[in-house]
């Protein structure tokens, strides 16, 4: 008990704690379209593209949350505009957007030293500086999102599965997308400071494979995945206390161990749903006997 | 719009870039038709199918639509991800995107995709794994997907490409039906022989317009061959035309290679 309870005393690893719980079960939620849309990697670049928006906030002196989050839309935006381009890859989109403003980051690091004292934080994660401020932003983000996701979940999910056919049968699938990216972008925003740039991508992903793992419904793997999401966060966060290492690397650990789980448990009936998260061929099937996978 | 026609394209040309894939094209789709439409690849016939569903808006040329009238889309089964995590009812219900806030159904959408998917003889796997049917029964799933609006015209992409022939069969029956019933169909199609031969009304296809009528008017050595830039010949089998390779060296020529000659 006194495991449990001793992190409780002190302000900010409550304020700590919540954050992480919340930033989990968040990135979780989002998760789920990034890995079913086969973009595991947008996470990894949109928190980079952040880091870029950060160290301009900081360098010229401009609101972080302010800055950051309207240059991780900027971002967002530009890689799913690249990316309708049919010629340039999803993948190929965020590599070159994403990677050109962490470079920027990067270059200002080395003009200004007051921006290297404040983006350290950003890239590792640091749950001293957590605030109630930051509390406030996870838990308004959280809630904002669900909202959003359970409004447009009918238009979420047909553009995931066929964004094709959804935009022939009347859904703006442009704005759908841009949707998507905004509340990515504020996600990564406000679980950044304790996740820290370099962990967020694995926040977001890993989840929603193990919760894929675990079901063939889609409305059960967003609640299933944002679970697992603020489990990884809660635990994460007091392992985090217990054995002195940085918050974002344990939250992502935990992910990783049930991650592994799932994937033992679930053995060759999981790997079979997630291996096809690409675009791929259906089964080769005897057209008189339909197909198990299950 | 005077007649029966439900849509009409006159003079419609479209390009990507510098690239025309459709010139001056002419088409009209009147209640209750079935048409096929066949070219080969890059021929421009899935842009006709999706100007015909206002997908695109071409760059030229006049597009008209009865009032009222509404159009389905069955897309190419080889471009659906089916290990994604949908129930054959959740993907029925897609359909029914707009109009409705709240995620769950309502009583009237369980009601009406049960009694769409009892039409097409799939009414007891709603409940099932997309990837747990038949190459037949996807394929009916994304026609009951299209049907639950309730169109006047089907627009169909390559309905049997990537499938068995039994499933070719299914299809085309499933096809028979719903044109029976007084649904306008068009589908585009590669299949000259197993499908195309078999529909009432053929429109032939590269950019611009070849050939329409029966399959007896269009599937011609020289409409054909016009289309295709490959020689053809037509034979008759059944009272139906048979589209064969005119290049009869052509066994000889891949047995030569597979000797190394």
């Known amino acids: 008990m006194h495991v449990l309870l001793e992190p409780l005393q002190f302000g900010f690893l409550r304020h700590a704690l919540v954050v992480c719980t919340v930033a989990g079960a968040l990135c979780g939620l989002l998760g789920v379209f990034v890995i079913l849309r086969g973009m595991s990697y947008l996470g990894h670049g949109l928190s980079h593209a952040i880091f870029g928006g950060a160290a301009i906030c900081a360098a010229i002196n401009v609101n972080y949350l302010v800055g950051a989050g309207l240059w991780g839309l900027a971002s967002g935006l530009g890689i799913s505009r690249v990316t309708r381009r049919r010629i340039i890859g999803g993948d190929a989109a965020i590599g070159v957007i994403t990677t050109a403003s962490f470079a920027f980051g990067i270059a200002l690091l080395g003009f200004y030293s007051r921006v290297r004292r404040s983006i350290e934080a950003t890239v590792f994660g640091n749950v001293l500086g957590v605030s109630r401020g930051d509390v406030v932003l996870v838990i308004v983000v959280a809630v904002v999102t669900a909202a959003v996701v359970i409004v447009r979940y009918r238009a979420l999910l047909f553009t995931t599965f066929d964004p094709e056919v959804a935009e022939v049968s009347g859904v703006n699938t442009e704005r759908v997308d841009a949707l998507l990216m905004l509340l990515l972008s504020f996600a990564i925003l406000a679980s950044m400071k304790v996740m820290g740039v370099t962990l967020i991508a694995a926040a977001l992903v890993v989840p929603a494979v193990s919760a894929r793992m675990l079901t063939n419904s889609f409305a059960r793997m967003l609640w299933l995945s944002s679970s697992i999401g603020a489990v990884c966060g809660f635990v994460g966060m007091y392992l985090s206390y217990h054995l002195d290492v940085s918050s974002g690397a344990t939250i992502v650990l935990v992910g990783f161990g049930l991650f592994a789980v799932v994937f033992a448990v679930t053995g060759r009936r999981g790997l079979r749903r997630v291996a096809g998260s690409q675009h791929d061929k259906p089964a080769v099937v005897n057209p008189l006997e339909p197909v198990h996978v299950d | ?261």
Not at chain 2, 8 to 26: K, P, Q, Y
Not at chain 2, 53 to 72: F, N
Not at chain 2, 150 to 175: K, Q
């Open chain 2, 1 to 261: 719009m005077s007649g029966q026609a439900l849509l009409r394209l006159r003079g419609v040309s479209h390009n990507f870039g510098e690239a025309l894939v459709l010139d001056n094209v002419d088409f009209d789709v009147a209640a209750g038709e079935l048409i096929g439409v066949v070219g080969p690849s890059g021929s421009g016939k899935t842009t006709l199918l999706r100007v015909l569903l206002g997908a695109v808006v071409p760059t030229g040329g006049t597009v008209e639509r009865r009032r009222g009238v509404r159009a389905g889309y069955v897309p190419q089964v080889e471009t659906v991800n089916w290990h994604f995590p949908v129930t054959v009812a959740e993907v029925v219900r897609m359909a029914r995107t707009e109009g409705r806030w709240q995620p769950w159904p309502s009583r009237q959408e369980r009601r009406d995709v049960a009694a769409v998917l009892d039409r097409l003889g799939i009414g007891a796997l709603g409940h099932r794994h997309i990837r747990e049917l038949s190459g037949g029964q996807q394929q009916r799933v994304f026609i009951a997907r299209a049907l639950v609006s309730e169109p006047d015209v089907l627009c169909l992409d390559e309905p049997t490409s990537g499938v068995d022939v039994h499933t070719r069969h299914e299809v085309l029956h499933l096809l028979g039906e719903l044109h029976a019933d007084g649904l306008a169909i068009v589908l585009s199609t590669h299949d000259l022989n197993g499908i195309a031969a078999h529909l009432p009304t053929l429109v032939c296809l590269n950019v611009s317009i070849a050939g329409r009528g029966s399959a007896r008017e269009v599937l011609t050595p020289a409409i054909l061959e016009r289309v295709y830039g490959a020689p053809m010949d037509v034979l008759e089998h059944a009272g139906m035309p048979l589209v064969v390779d005119r290049e009869r060296n052509l066994a000889q020529i891949v047995n030569l290679r597979r000797a190394g000659a």
